[in-house]
């Protein structure tokens, strides 16, 4: 019985990675934004390319110039006279807003591919966006040249979700959001449900797409920091690629483990950077974002308010780890007190006849011994 059972799960984890290894086979060309995203990133290297030449590559794809026009003419940008142009519409946004969103625009190209619903692409473009914004911020410290390279490096880190649950849909969601799940606990339940975990099915999606190396290596292996050292040489992207990866996958689940883990890497690398200060500061940015898409609106979820959430269970569970220790500790010294009590009682009724209640054979050769031992102690 039991080995048909796990012939059936073998069968069905078989059926579920053919079926995601079809999926990533499905992505045979690289998704518009995806490719807008890298030229916009070689543009931010380029010290001589003016706004002119970030306009050809906007205007190359009309979805991304329609949602740049739509925005400038949003109540959002609140300008009198309606905005038709490309040009126009940079100018009034300003050139950083425009890469920024048009690198962060570039998730929906893969999750159109993927047939995802605009509330399924959202539930995974947010914590993408979070961990660019994350990325980005970290870098920008220490090298403000690398910022862009580390807001993709973000962005990019976890598009396998969303690829993963085009496959197993409220399976993998079950799973995203269980409580105390830690993110190396994550990987092993999706190597459980599927024969891969993200970081693996992120690795063949990204040689799918052809995408550069080091974005290779750090969707690959940004859970993994050991590997990163070896691979990526740049020490702020790798720190960058593993400050992002300790945040959630969803930005109402993450454990007290790995902010912990977060607050330490932090520490580790800027003894002055505090975890709290830290997301404050990409809460400030993210929501920034957030609002351009989504016009002036702010995200329901907020990485401070789920620290701080986290810090109050931690406190609530010491509380009652204190309650249950001190309850066991009272229940031990009561169930200790009743065992001698019937050790007693016991030892009372092998002694003692039950009709007369005097000294049988037995308690009286115990008795006779006692008395004689303390005799001979005594000299008596």
């Known amino acids: 019985m039991a080995t048909a059972t796990l012939l059936t799960t073998k069968a ?30 070689e543009l931010g290297k380029d010290p001589d390319a003016e706004p ?26 609140g300008v009198r006279n309606r905005v038709t142009t490309v040009k126009t519409a940079v100018n009034l946004l300003g050139l950083g807003t425009v890469r920024t969103l048009a690198i962060s625009y570039c998730m929906t190209g893969l999750h159109n591919e ?17 961990k660019a914004v994350a990325a980005r911020h970290y870098a920008m410290m220490d090298d403000a040249k690398r910022g862009d390279e580390a807001f993709v490096i973000g962005l990019f880190e976890d598009f396998a979700l969303p690829v993963i649950y085009s496959v197993l849909r409220e399976d993998y969601l079950t799973l995203l959001h269980s409580p105390g799940l830690t993110l190396l606990d994550q990987l092993q339940k999706e190597r459980e449900l599927c024969g891969m ?30 590997r990163l050292t070896e691979l990526v040489s ?15 996958h969803t930005l109402n689940a993450w454990t007290r483990t790995d902010a912990d883990t977060l607050g330490a890497f932090l520490g580790a690398r800027r003894p002055d950077l505090k975890l709290d200060a830290f997301l404050k500061e990409v809460q ?40 249950r220790m001190n309850k066991l500790i009272s229940e031990t010294v009561q169930q200790d007190l009743q065992a001698k009590q019937q050790v007693q009682t016991l030892q009372a009724k092998a002694a003692y006849d039950p009709l007369t209640q ?23």
């Open 12 to 41: 069905k984890l078989n059926t579920r990675q053919r079926e995601l290894l079809s999926r990533i086979d499905d992505l045979a060309y690289l998704p518009t934004s995806v490719a807008v995203a890298m030229k916009f990133l």
């Open 52 to 77: 002119a030449d970030y306009m050809k590559v906007i205007e190359a794809d009309a979805s991304l110039t329609s949602k740049l026009l739509a925005l400038a003419n949003s109540s959002w940008a």
């Open 114 to 130: 993927l047939r995802l619903s605009p509330a399924e692409s959202q539930r995974f473009w947010e914590p993408s966006l979070t």
């Open 197 to 226: 975990d993200h970081s693996e099915v992120g690795r063949a999606v990204a040689l799918k797409l052809e995408l550069p190396e080091l974005f290779v290596d750090t969707i690959a292996f940004h859970h993994h920091y050991e």
């Open 234 to 248: 740049h020490e702020v992207l790798r720190d960058a690629a593993h400050v992002a990866a300790l945040l959630p």
């Open 284 to 323: 400030t940015e993210f929501a920034r974002l957030y609002s351009f898409f989504y016009e002036g609106k702010q995200p329901e979820a907020e990485l401070p308010a789920l620290l701080t959430a986290l810090a109050r269970e931690a406190a609530d569970h010491t509380c009652n780890l204190v309650s």
């Open 358 to 380: 005097v000294l049988n054979r037995e308690g009286f050769r115990t008795r006779a011994e006692q008395t004689m031992a303390l005799a001979a102690r005594q000299g008596k």
